[in-house]
C-alpha cells in the first residue's frame, strides 16, 4: 500500500526521489478507533502520521469546558500532524481521533533523517505562513520549468528594462536641450537642479516653444516637472506597470535608495509582459465614448481569470485590476459629469474597491464631497445617471444603497464633517458600520483636497478618544474563526471565508490604521505600515497578510467558478474543505490560525472581553 501515499505535494515533493524511496520503504499503517489519543499532551510522538480516511482533532484539555471543547484544528484525509512533536520532543496538544481513522505512520528515526538531510524539507516545519507560501511558489515554479509569467513575477526594475537617462543641469537651455535629446535619440530628459531631478518631455518642449512663446536661451530647468512618480531598482516590475497604469504616465523615474540609477519606459515593460491588461489599459485611455468605454469594463473579468490561471499572485491581480477599475470609474465620471463641476467634487470609492482589494466586480460603493459654495441643481440627476452607468458597465448596484445616487451619500465639504463627527460619537452599529465604509475611502476623481480635509477633520476629532476604538474594532468578534470545520464535512458543506477569515484581518488593520492615521487604505499597505510603526511585530504582519492572501486567493476562485455558473452566486464565498486540496487545506488551516490568533490581539488590545 506504500506506493499509494502521495508524494506530490508538500513537503514530500521537497525530498529527492532516493529520499521519497527512503520513506515509501519505512511506512507503515495506523489503525484507530472514535475518541482514541494519538498523542498525549506533553509527550513525544513516535510517529508523524499522514491521514488516510477519517478525521483527528487537535485539542488543549485545559480548555475542554470551553464551547468548542478546546479543539484548536482538525485534520482529515492527506493532512499531516505530530511532527512538531518529534522536533520539540513534547506535544504542546492532545490529538484524539473524532471517528474510525486510519493513518499513514511515518517512524520518528526516518523523518529525523530526512530533516538532517533535507534543509528544505526541515524547513518547512519550522517557517512561518509567508516563508512557507514563498517556499511553494518556488517549487512550483521549478515544477513549470520557470514560466514566463513567473520570471515576469519575480522580475525586479533594476535587473530587467532599466534605460539609461539623459542628465542635463540646470542653466542648460531649451535650444541645447532640444540638441541633445536629437542627439541621443530621446524622448526625455533629466534635469538636475541641485538635489532635486525634474522632467521634461518632448512635448513640454512643444508647448514651451510653440504655445508659451518660450525664447531658445530659456533655461531648460524653467520647464521641468519636478514630481516625479518614483521606484526603486528592488521594486517588483509589475509595481512599476501599476503604477504608470493608475496614474496614466509613460515613464517612472528609477532610484537606486537616493542614487538615480536610470528610467523604466512603459514601452518597454509591455514588451516584457505582453497580456490581455495592455490591451485594456490601451482601450480605457483611448476610449472617446460611454460605450468604448463600457467594452473596456466588460473585458476586466476574462483578464482576472487569465491572469490567475497563470499563476499570478493575488495582490498583484488586486493591484493591477484596482488601477484599471479606478481609471473606468474616474472616467465614466469625467465623461458624465459637467466639466465646470470637476474641480468643485471629489468622487470616493470604498469597501474593497477603495482598498484596491477588490478582483472581481463586486458591488457599488462610492460617495461624493461637493465643495460648500458649490450650487449644483441637477446633482441628483448626473448622479443617477452615473449610477446606471456603472451598472451598465457591469458593476453591481449596491443592496445597501451606499452609492452617489442616494443623497445620504453626497454631501457638501462641511456636512460629511458633521456626519463623520456624528458617526464617530454615538459608537451605534449602523453609524460604525458607515465610518467604516468611507474609512477605506479612496479618491478618484475631482478636487483630492476636499477628501484630504474631511479626513483631517476625522483625525482631529478622534484624539484621545480611545473608548472609541473599543467599540469600532468590536465587530471582528461577530463571526467565530472555522478552524474545527475541516474534519468534520462530509457532504460538501462550506464557510464564509468572507466573514470567517478576511472580515477580521481587514476590520482589524483599519482600526489599527486609523488609530494610527496611516492614510494607505489598501489592507496590505497598512499592514506593512503598522510594522514600520511597531505597532505590529515585521513577522506576524507579514505571515497576516499571507494569510489574507491565501484567503483571498480562495475565494477568487470561488467566485470565478460562481460567474461561470459552475457554482451558484450565493455560494461565491462558500469554501469548502471536502473540495480544497491538501496543499490549499494545509494552507488555509494555517490563514484561519493566524486570524485566530490575530482577533486575541485585538481583544486584549482594545479590550473586547466585554
Known amino acids: 500500500m506504500s506506493n499509494e501515499f502521495d508524494l506530490t505535494h508538500p513537503p514530500f515533493d521537497l525530498l529527492t526521489e532516493d529520499e521519497q524511496q527512503q520513506l515509501l520503504i519505512r511506512l507503515d499503517i495506523g489503525y484507530f478507533s472514535k475518541n482514541e489519543v494519538v498523542i498525549e499532551m506533553g509527550q513525544a510522538s513516535d510517529h508523524v502520521f499522514v491521514v488516510m480516511k477519517g478525521a483527528v482533532a487537535e485539542v488543549d484539555p485545559r480548555l475542554q469546558d470551553n464551547s468548542d471543547g478546546g479543539v484548536i484544528r482538525e485534520y482529515a484525509h492527506e493532512d499531516l500532524f505530530g511532527a512538531i512533536s518529534i522536533i520539540n520532543d513534547s506535544s504542546r496538544y492532545t490529538f484524539r481521533t473524532l471517528e474510525e481513522t486510519i493513518a499513514w505512520l511515518i517512524p520518528k528515526t526516518i523523518f529525523e533523517t530526512l530533516m538532517e538531510n533535507n534543509p528544505a524539507f526541515a524547513a518547512y516545519f519550522q517557517n512561518s505562513l509567508s516563508e512557507k507560501s514563498r517556499i511553494i511558489e518556488s517549487r512550483r515554479s521549478q515544477q513549470q520549468g520557470g514560466s514566463d509569467m513567473s520570471a515576469f513575477m519575480m522580475a525586479k526594475v533594476g535587473e530587467s528594462v532599466l534605460r539609461e537617462p539623459v542628465v542635463l543641469d540646470s542653466g542648460v537651455t531649451i535650444f541645447e536641450a532640444t540638441r541633445t535629446m536629437r542627439e541621443q535619440h530621446s524622448d526625455c530628459l533629466l534635469v538636475r537642479k541641485g538635489n532635486?531631478?525634474?522632467?521634461?518631455?518632448?512635448?513640454?518642449?512643444?508647448?514651451?516653444?510653440?504655445?508659451?512663446?518660450?525664447?531658445?536661451?530659456?533655461?531648460?530647468?524653467?520647464?521641468?516637472?519636478?514630481?516625479?512618480?518614483?521606484?526603486?531598482?528592488e521594486d517588483f516590475l509589475f509595481s512599476a506597470l501599476v503604477l504608470m497604469t493608475r496614474h496614466k504616465i509613460q515613464r517612472v523615474v528609477v532610484f537606486n535608495g537616493t542614487e538615480l540609477a536610470g528610467l523604466v519606459e512603459l514601452t518597454d515593460v509591455l514588451s516584457f509582459f505582453s497580456s490581455q491588461s495592455h490591451v485594456i489599459g490601451l482601450q480605457i485611455e483611448r476610449a472617446t465614448s460611454l460605450d468604448e468605454l463600457a467594452q473596456a469594463a466588460r473585458g476586466t473579468t476574462a483578464l482576472v481569470s487569465g491572469l490567475v490561471s497563470q499563476g499570478v499572485k493575488i495582490r498583484?491581480?488586486?493591484?493591477?485590476?484596482?488601477?484599471?477599475?479606478?481609471?473606468?470609474?474616474a472616467k465614466a465620471f469625467e465623461y458624465i459629469v459637467p466639466v465646470e463641476y470637476h474641480n468643485k467634487v471629489c468622487l470616493i470609492v470604498m469597501g474593497s474597491e477603495g482598498r484596491g482589494e477588490q478582483v472581481l466586480k463586486t458591488d457599488q460603493d462610492n460617495a461624493l464631497i461637493l465643495a460648500d459654495d458649490l450650487h449644483w441643481p441637477d446633482c441628483q440627476k448626473y448622479m443617477d445617471k452615473f449610477t446606471l452607468t456603472l451598472l451598465d458597465f457591469g458593476y453591481p448596484l449596491c443592496k445597501g444603497k451606499i452609492m452617489?445616487?442616494?443623497?445620504?451619500?453626497?454631501?457638501?465639504?462641511?456636512?460629511?464633517?458633521?456626519?463623520?463627527?456624528?458617526?464617530s460619537g454615538k459608537v451605534d452599529s449602523l453609524?460604525?458600520?458607515?465610518?467604516?465604509?468611507?474609512?477605506?475611502?479612496?479618491p478618484i476623481a475631482g478636487d483630492i483636497n476636499l477628501f484630504k480635509r474631511v479626513r483631517n477633520s476625522l483625525y482631529t476629532e478622534l484624539v484621545g478618544n480611545d473608548v472609541f476604538y473599543s467599540y469600532f474594532a468590536m465587530p471582528i468578534r461577530n463571526f467565530s474563526t472555522p478552524l474545527t470545520f475541516f474534519g468534520g464535512l462530509k457532504h460538501g458543506d462550506g464557510i464564509d471565508i468572507k466573514k470567517g477569515g478576511i472580515f477580521p484581518i481587514v476590520h482589524g488593520v483599519r482600526t489599527m490604521a486609523l488609530q494610527n492615521k496611516i492614510k494607505a487604505t489598501n489592507t496590505f499597505i497598512r499592514l506593512e505600515k503598522l510594522a514600520e510603526l511597531k505597532v505590529l511585530k515585521k513577522d506576524f504582519a507579514e505571515n497576516l497578510a499571507e494569510a489574507l492572501a491565501v484567503m483571498s486567493n480562495l475565494r477568487l476562485q470561488q467566485q470565478l467558478s460562481a460567474a461561470e455558473g459552475s457554482a451558484d452566486?450565493?455560494?461565491?464565498?462558500?469554501?469548502?474543505?471536502?473540495?480544497?486540496?491538501k496543499l490549499d487545506r494545509d494552507l488555509l488551516r494555517e490563514a484561519l490560525h493566524l486570524v485566530k490568533e490575530f482577533k486575541a490581539v485585538m481583544t486584549h488590545r482594545y479590550h473586547l472581553e466585554r
Do not use: H
Not at 196 to 209: A, F, K, Q, S
Not at 316 to 329: E, G
Not at 431 to 442: P, Q
Open 196 to 233: 532635486e531631478y525634474g522632467m521634461v518631455t518632448r512635448t513640454d518642449l512643444l508647448e514651451g516653444v510653440v504655445l508659451n512663446n518660450l525664447d531658445l536661451t530659456t533655461d531648460i530647468s524653467e520647464l521641468a516637472s519636478y514630481n516625479l512618480f518614483t521606484v526603486q531598482t
Open 316 to 329: 498583484f491581480a488586486m493591484d493591477l485590476l484596482a488601477a484599471l477599475n479606478s481609471r473606468i470609474i
Open 404 to 423: 452617489v445616487s442616494n443623497p445620504e451619500w453626497v454631501m457638501t465639504e462641511s456636512e460629511w464633517k458633521k456626519r463623520l463627527s456624528k458617526w
Open 431 to 442: 453609524g460604525l458600520m458607515n465610518l467604516a465604509i468611507y474609512i477605506d475611502g479612496l
Open 569 to 581: 452566486d450565493d455560494e461565491a464565498n462558500l469554501i469548502s474543505a471536502v473540495n480544497l486540496n
